[in-house]
T-cell receptor
């Protein structure tokens, strides 16, 4: 089954404790990205990647890191989480990016709470 | 900068009735795509319908259809014969065309309630 998986689905952590949210897709997609969803703000892009070893900032990259060492995986790293990073996070992938008729496939979301 | 506006935070509809969700956007581009995504309580983002700006014909997917007014920069979603399973948050989204690195720009969402 074609899908994007994220782990963990729920996470409660404390300020400053490094964490990683994993994202994996089994569709051989070139393009992957991370969004965060906050009430009243919709979804905003954090980082994206066009291919292995190619990543770039989205609209709200501060406090986040990403890496793309393998085509299928695109982990989101919070080196020192803060309460303002409490949010719902989505990973998404598509064959070649959003500027086309390609469908964006979204993962199930990760609910992160930083105390 | 491109923006997407959904002016209806909440809407409600009776089962089997029709409801229209509004979306306006701002862009100086001529080539772009518009989307409606559904987010049920499971939080999964589900693509409902997609419209290419160069197509004059409004997109339709079963009970879902759009009214795309390019000059007015309006992109409303009509849900016909509403069902209880249509209850969800609906997001309107935009992306530029022919820019593979571009992102989806989302509106703030409209929560749809469906009453039996």
């Amino acid at each position: 089954e074609a899908q994007v998986t994220q782990n963990p689905r729920y996470l409660i952590t404390v300020t400053g404790k490094k964490l990683t949210v994993t994202c994996s897709q089994n569709m051989n997609h070139e393009y992957m990205s991370w969004y965060r969803q906050d009430p009243g703000l919709g979804l905003r892009q954090i980082y994206y990647s066009m291919n292995v070893e190619v990543t770039d900032k989205g609209d709200v990259p501060e406090g986040y890191k990403v890496s793309r060492k393998e085509k299928r995986n695109f982990p989101l790293i919070l080196e020192s989480p803060s309460p303002n990073q409490t949010s719902l996070y989505f990973c998404a992938s598509s064959p070649s990016g959003t500027g086309s008729t390609d469908t964006q496939y979204f993962g199930p979301g990760t609910r992160l709470t930083v105390l | 900068a491109q923006t997407v506006t959904q002016s209806q935070p909440e809407m409600s509809v009776q089962e089997a009735e029709t409801v229209t969700l509004s979306c306006t956007y701002d862009t100086s581009e001529s080539d772009y795509y518009l989307f409606w995504y559904k987010q049920p309580p499971s939080r999964q983002m589900i693509l409902v319908i997609r419209q290419e700006a160069y197509k004059q014909q409004n997109a339709t997917e079963n009970r879902f259809s759009v009214n795309f007014q390019k000059a007015a920069k309006s992109f409303s979603l009509k849900i016909s014969d509403s069902q209880l399973g249509d209850a969800a948050m609906y997001f309107c989204a935009y992306s530029r065309g022919r820019v593979a690195t571009d992102k989806l720009i989302f509106g703030t969402g409209t929560r749809l309630q469906v009453f039996p």
